[in-house]
Every structure is written in structure tokens, then in C-alpha cells.
């Protein structure tokens, strides 16, 4: 299999999970506020049984391709919680993660995920660069 299919099919599987949602339950499919009111105790069956549903993926993989995805971490653990916690902290002062701005609110056209969209991406670029003088 080419190296871009696993990812090509990840991704109409996020797109297409993300219009259903917003058919079925009239929700943007971000997955920071899903799982952040999970966590609250106030999600309700469909948000639950979408962030179900990301988090087996990997299940699913193994059973088509009969092993686990190659998940390769180059970054030491000091930098990768940093990191998961600089991303939450984002996600909520930007109103938002990538999944909620990236995927429906581009594809809605809004000027807002618009601009968080370039802040992710823009960021992203400056830590590869950066991240190239410490290694």
C-alpha cells in the first residue's frame, strides 16, 4: 500500500464523521469541546460515540491490516507534554482545535477558522524550523 493511502483514507473518515455529526446532532465536530464536556459530565450519547470512535481507530487498523499503525515519536517526554498542554491551552483561547477550525469551519468559509487555521499552520512552521537548531 502507498505510503498516502492510510492517511487519504484517515481523512475522508474524519471529513465524512464530521458531516454526519453535523447532520445527526447539528454539532460542529471539534474535538476539544466534545471532549472537554465528556469530561465535564455534560456530553451526550453522539458526542460520546464519536470521541469512541477516534479513539478506536487504531483498533480498526490492526483488524484490515493486521497490525498497529507505525506511530514514531522523535520528541523527548518534557517536550511532547509541553506540547499536549501548550495545544489545550491554545484550543481554548482560540475558541477552538484544528479538528473544528481546520476541517468544518474552513469548509463553512469562516473568516474566523480562517485566521486560526494560518496561527496553527504559521506556529507549526516556526517550531519545525526552530526545532531544527536543537536536534
Known amino acids: 500500500m ?3 493511502v492510510s ?3 484517515g481523512g475522508m473518515l474524519i471529513g465524512l464523521s464530521a458531516v454526519i455529526l453535523l447532520l445527526a446532532n447539528g454539532r ?3 474535538v476539544s469541546g466534545i471532549a472537554g464536556r ?3 459530565g455534560v456530553q451526550t450519547a453522539t ?3 464519536f470521541v469512541v470512535g477516534l479513539m478506536s481507530g487504531p483498533v480498526f487498523f490492526r483488524l484490515f491490516f493486521g497490525e498497529w499503525p507505525a506511530i514514531q515519536l522523535s520528541a523527548n517526554w518534557p517536550f511532547i507534554i509541553a506540547g499536549g498542554l501548550l495545544v489545550g ?3 481554548r ?3 477552538g482545535c484544528t479538528s473544528g477550525h481546520g476541517v468544518v469551519g474552513l469548509a463553512r468559509l469562516s473568516r474566523r477558522s480562517l485566521a486560526a487555521v494560518g496561527t496553527f499552520m504559521g506556529t507549526a512552521v516556526a517550531t519545525v524550523y526552530l526545532m531544527g537548531f536543537f536536534q
Open 2 to 4: 502507498a505510503d498516502y
Open 38 to 40: 465528556l469530561l465535564q
Open 7 to 9: 492517511a487519504l483514507l
Open 89 to 91: 491551552y491554545g484550543s
Open 47 to 49: 458526542g460520546t460515540a
Open 93 to 95: 483561547m482560540g475558541s
Open 28 to 30: 460542529v465536530a471539534g
